[in-house]
Structures are given as C-alpha cells and as structure tokens.
C-alpha cells in the first residue's frame, strides 16, 4: 500500500507546506510513511497520527520508532470522529484515502477542524466518484463522492477558503481539497501547483 499510495501521499504533504517547529495530524497514516516524511519537514516539531486500525498502528510505529522515542511522533489507534487531541493542537492536518470509509463525513470534517488552530490548514486526497473507482473497489467497503461534494462537505464543516486541485503527479485519478481554518486562505497552499 504505501508504493502504491506514494505519490498522493507526497503530493498531499508538498501542499500542506508544513514549517519547521509546525505541529502536523496525520489521519489514517496506514503504513506510517508519510508520519517519517512529515517529521522531516517540521524538523522538531510534532508529528501525531490516529487510525483505526491496530495493525497498521504496529506497523507505523515500527516504522517510526525512533521517532516515537524521542518524542517527536505520537501514534494512537482512534477513529476521526473523536480526535483524542485538545481543542487548536496542530497548524496542519492531512489524510490521504480514509474518506472513502467515513459514513458521516461532515462530522469527521469538523473534528479536524476542532484540533486545528485557527488559520490552520487541511489537505485531503481522495478518489472522487467514477466508473473505474467503481470497478477497483467493493462498493461494500468504498464510497466514493463527486469532487463537488466533497467541496461542500467541508464548507458545511465550517472550512473557508475550500479549493480542489489536481496534481499531475499523484496517480490514479486521486484529487486533492485544501481548506483552511478561519482566518487566511487557501491561497498560500495553492502556491505550488
Ligand atoms: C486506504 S488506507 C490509506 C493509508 C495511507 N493514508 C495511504 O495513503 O497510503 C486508509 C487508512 O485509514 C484508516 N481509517 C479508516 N477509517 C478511519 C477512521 N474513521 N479513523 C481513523 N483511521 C481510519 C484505515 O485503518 C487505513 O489505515
């Protein structure tokens, strides 16, 4: 998963423009990479991590356990609808794919937006709705939604400055929404695309 899910994932943290000191919320970091990529760029901040899964947290945390160590990464096993962080802890959140597995996104949307600072921003990767996303993954276990909706999504989970973009660098499709928290905009983020 983590070659596969490489480019987005690279993408996704080239757009956040994560700061050196800035404190980053990974969620649904899966196989940990991006946990390692992020530490690198806020060199000394943090970088925190939930997911739902107990496997994937053992292998992020193998992964990262240096990190872990010097307390400069904090995985935990949780879901998105209830962050186990304090209200504004991070400048910046990303999550890459989990999505799909949210049955109430909006909700999801606001928890982040709870744990971000105000002018704090968030990138989300997904795969919007399509015929090949269809036939790739079990409609069971995957739902996808229109770029739009997720626009709207977020907007309704009270983000400003909500934008979509496409990256010519991250595969299949995958698609990008940059929202911020309050004050500022989106157009900081944007400046690299
Ligand atoms: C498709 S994987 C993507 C992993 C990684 N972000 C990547 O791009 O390769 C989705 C991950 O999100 C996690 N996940 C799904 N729903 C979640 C939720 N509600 N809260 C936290 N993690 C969740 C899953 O356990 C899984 O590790």
Do not use: C
């Amino acid at each position: 998963m983590a070659w596969e899910t490489s480019r987005e994932n690279e993408a996704a943290l080239e757009l956040l423009e994560i700061r050196p000191g800035d404190r980053v919320l990974e969620i649904g970091f899966g196989h940990g990479r991006s946990i390692t990529a992020a530490a690198k760029l806020t060199r000394g901040g943090l970088v925190a991590g939930v997911d739902a899964s107990p496997s994937m947290l053992d292998m992020a945390r193998r992964r990262n356990q240096a990190l872990v160590d010097r307390g400069l990464v904090d995985l935990r096993q949780g879901d998105s609808l209830h962050l186990p962080f304090e209200d504004e802890s991070f400048e910046v959140a990303f999550s890459v794919h989990p999505v799909y597995f949210w049955t109430a996104p909006i909700s999801h949307m606001q928890e982040v937006r709870r744990v971000l600072k105000d002018g704090g921003r968030f990138v989300l990767g997904f795969r919007p709705e399509s015929e090949q996303a269809r036939r790739d993954f079990p409609a069971s276990v995957y739902t996808f939604r229109p770029a739009e909706q997720i626009h709207q999504m977020l907007l309704s989970a009270g983000f400003r400055s909500v934008r979509i973009v496409d990256r010519e660098d991250a595969a299949r499709e995958v698609r990008f929404a940059l929202a911020t928290k309050g004050r500022g905009g989106a157009a900081g983020l944007a400046s690299k695309l």
